[in-house]
């Protein structure tokens, strides 16, 4: 079993739509989570940050930890075609030199005007 | 500068021959990693610099790989005797510390042929 486990998808949605995208985990030490979104030829961009289990707001973003289910999830509200890209969930440990980051493989997603 | 810039964005390069790609991080950014992506296979964190402690190398896939960083600025991560499964985007990324995220640079599409 993979540290962590996401389905790449694809996935496509209507304009308006609200995404749910996901990330399960095995790694019980991990504490820091977040969600990146990348564009085609283009770096990771940070899109999300969470410490620890609950939920966290930003715009139409909101991000949820479930450390007790070992699970992560962004939803995407009012989903806009600028939303389309490949989604990173990734996670890393805390204590002194636990920075690397794991990622998932990435949810590509298309939203259709 | 304004972003994490990575050099070249793309190289071809025969198998055997050797490569360097070139990171300049975000000026006071202390933190530096490389991390390479494969089609299907997600990031893969290969070296980590903070200042000028000595660098986390666990990641490197074998000993044809090395990076250094300069006077705690710019990295060069370099390819010996590349071979075809090296082919990959190899991305930068740099922060202040974890709490922050990392910001990634647009990466070096390295292809051997």
């Known amino acids: 079993q993979k540290e962590v486990e996401q389905d790449p998808g694809p996935l496509s949605v209507p304009e308006g739509a609200i995404v749910s995208l996901n990330c399960t985990y095995s790694n019980s030490a991990f504490q820091y989570f977040m969600w990146y979104r990348q564009y085609s030829r283009k770096g990771p961009e940070l899109l999300m940050y969470t410490y620890s289990s609950g939920n966290k707001e930003d715009g139409r973003f909101t991000a949820q930890v479930d450390k007790s289910s070992k699970y992560i999830s962004l939803f995407i509200r009012d989903s806009q075609p600028s939303d389309s890209a490949t989604y990173l969930c990734a996670m890393s440990a805390s204590g002194a030199g636990s920075y690397q980051l794991t990622f998932g493989k990435g949810t590509k997603l298309s939203v259709i005007p | 500068g304004a972003g994490v810039s990575q050099s070249p964005s793309n190289k071809v390069t025969e198998k055997g021959k050797d490569v360097e790609l070139r990171c300049d991080p975000i000026?006071?950014?202390?933190?530096l990693y490389w991390y390479r992506q494969s089609l299907g296979q997600g990031l893969e964190f290969l070296i980590y610099?903070?200042?000028?402690?000595?660098?986390?190398k666990s990641g490197l896939p074998s000993d044809r790989f090395s990076a250094e960083r300069t006077g705690g600025s710019v990295s060069t991560l370099t390819i010996q005797r590349t071979q075809q499964e090296d082919s990959a985007v190899y991305l930068c990324?740099?922060?202040?510390?974890?709490?922050?995220?990392?910001?990634f640079g647009s990466g070096t599409r390295l292809t051997v042929v």
């Open positions: 000026s006071g950014h202390t933190a």
């Open positions: 990324a740099s922060g202040l510390n974890r709490d922050n995220g990392y910001t």
């Open positions: 610099f903070q200042g000028n402690s000595a660098p986390d």
